[in-house]
């Protein structure tokens, strides 16, 4: 069995790793694809430390039809995975300054040459090649050889978010796994069990927002704007429901100001939409996205004012004009469209 212990979702790739691990055959070149902040370094890493293991050999010499629990921890090679001091195992990542780091050829030359050797304490040698997208075009030509003619130990992990970057003779010559988006359920429990986890008030509005990506929902939390941006946001929008004077320009004007984020900032406002009704319906709400002692008073006055149906629309008006303007809508005339129409759906009559 392959233990993915504290790997959260990705349920496909983990059936077709321990697929391959448990077969003895795990192939010699895989490519980790899907969007940044999916998680393809961490299961790399637990993959790479499953094949490093030789707890199955030692069952295999006792006489042990099964290879057992995979990576086992206790032989010397998963003992030198966690110190970091195993010649079996190789990682590279892109080095160098500006927008975009690049893994040079010289990088390349080196695993070539590593590979070269057999394995010390190890069945194998793994080497991931984290961000390979990142790989120039003759570092890229480099590694051709070793994908198409490994050796019988070694096994070479790619990962990439823009796997179009890699030349096809790269890409055709590696098993690709693809990795999808996280539930929101999953985003939480990874935030939760993260070594600095965010506020526990924060969690499940960071899930929401995340768009099934928990390096995403750790970007936001990490973000020394998002909480006073967040504040802010919602408070403008307290305004604009109790329809004092010019909060629906006000609000209207931060949502223009802010338009790289609104994608973002309407997620805010229909988590904020989302507790009002609950509290309408139920008297309770799902963790409240505003600091403040003030935010139980709010969220029950305008759960005892707006009708639970037309609280329920409003977010459908946000949905629509996140769908609307990733059409290429105009900016303007479709948020202040969308808000003069909540404003006519809360206070119909």
């Not at 195992?89 to 030359?109: H, K, M």
């Not at 004012?305 to 609307?324: K, M, V, Y």
Request: aromatic share 8%; glycine share 8%.
């Amino acid at each position: 069995m392959l233990d993915f212990k504290g790997l959260v979702g990705q349920h496909a790739v983990k059936d077709k790793l321990a697929g391959l691990v448990m077969r003895g055959a795990p192939g010699h070149a895989h490519l980790f694809t899907g969007a940044a902040g999916f998680g393809k370094r961490l299961f790399a890493c637990a993959f790479a430390k499953a094949l490093l293991c030789a707890g199955s050999k030692l069952r295999e010499q006792l006489g042990f039809t099964d290879p057992g629990r995979l990576p086992c921890g206790d032989c010397l090679p998963c003992k030198l995975f966690h110190t970091g001091a195993t010649g079996d195992y190789l990682y590279v990542e892109p080095t160098g300054q500006g927008q975009r780091p690049a893994i040079p050829v010289d990088d390349i030359r080196r695993i070539v040459d590593w590979f070269s050797t057999r394995p010390l304490y190890s069945p194998r040698k793994v080497c991931i090649i984290a961000q390979a997208d990142h790989m120039t075009e003759q570092a890229q030509n480099a590694l051709l050889k070793t994908l198409e003619e490994p050796p019988s130990y070694g096994v070479a992990i790619l990962t990439a978010s823009n796997p179009g970057m890699l030349l096809e003779t790269v890409r055709s010559r590696c098993s690709v796994t693809f990795f999808t988006g996280y539930t929101d359920s999953d985003v939480e429990n990874i935030l939760k069990n993260s070594p600095e986890p965010p506020h526990e008030s924060a969690i499940t509005l960071l899930a929401q927002l995340s768009g099934g990506n928990p390096g995403y929902a750790f970007e936001l939390a990490a973000s020394e704007t998002f909480l006073s941006t967040r504040d802010e946001l919602i408070g403008l929008f307290c305004g604009f429901l109790d329809r004092e004077p010019e909060a629906a320009y006000l609000l209207s004007a931060f949502l223009d100001k802010n338009r790289e984020h609104y994608i973002q900032n309407a997620g805010i406002l229909i988590h904020w939409l989302r507790d009002i009704w609950l509290c309408s319906l139920t008297g309770m709400h799902g963790g409240d996205p505003v600091s403040g002692q003030d935010a139980d008073i709010r969220l029950k006055r305008y759960s005892d004012h707006f009708r639970p149906e037309n609280l329920l629309d409003c977010i459908g008006r946000l949905d629509e004009s996140c769908s609307a303007l990733a059409a290429n809508a105009g900016f303007s005339l479709t948020v202040n469209a969308m808000l003069f129409k909540m404003d006519e759906l809360l206070y119909a009559s």
